[in-house]
């Protein structure tokens, strides 16, 4: 069974800095493309910055020169690195990644998933 797993989020002031981690555990052949999505109650969830397997990048526009995604292929782990951080970058940050596995008779398969998320606040 493969599970994503999130840390290092926690409450920082406005202008400093946090560094996520989400490890990939389980029966994994190849992890694909992964992303850091951002939940705040009330309002629809939000991808925050994504890369693939190849290390391309992708950013929300608020938090681009802020934040940085980066990625281990061999831990299976990816990063984020959030930098000046904002009251509004408050919100449960969630990782996501689709990969493969392969059955027990030896057939691919193919998923994506979620991880349970990790709060991070940002106080003014």
């Known amino acids: 069974q493969v599970q994503l797993v999130e840390s290092g989020g926690g409450l920082v002031q406005s202008g400093g800095s946090l560094r996520l981690s989400c490890v990939a555990s389980?029966?994994?052949?190849?992890?694909?493309?992964m992303g850091w999505y951002r939940q705040v109650p009330g309002k629809q969830r939000e991808q925050v910055a994504s890369?693939?397997?190849?290390?391309?990048?992708n950013y929300l526009d608020s938090v681009k020169g802020r934040f940085t995604v980066s990625r281990d292929n061999v831990k299976n782990t990816m990063y984020l690195q959030m930098n000046r951080l904002r009251p509004e970058d408050t919100g449960v940050y969630l990782c996501?990644?689709?990969?493969?596995?392969?059955?027990?008779?030896?057939?691919?398969?193919?998923?994506?998933?979620w991880g349970q998320g990790t709060q991070v606040t940002v106080s003014s």
């Open positions: 890369i693939t397997r190849g290390g391309s990048t």
């Open positions: 389980g029966n994994i052949v190849r992890m694909n493309d």
């Open positions: 996501n990644g689709d990969g493969m596995s392969m059955t027990p008779t030896g057939e691919p398969e193919v998923w994506r998933i």
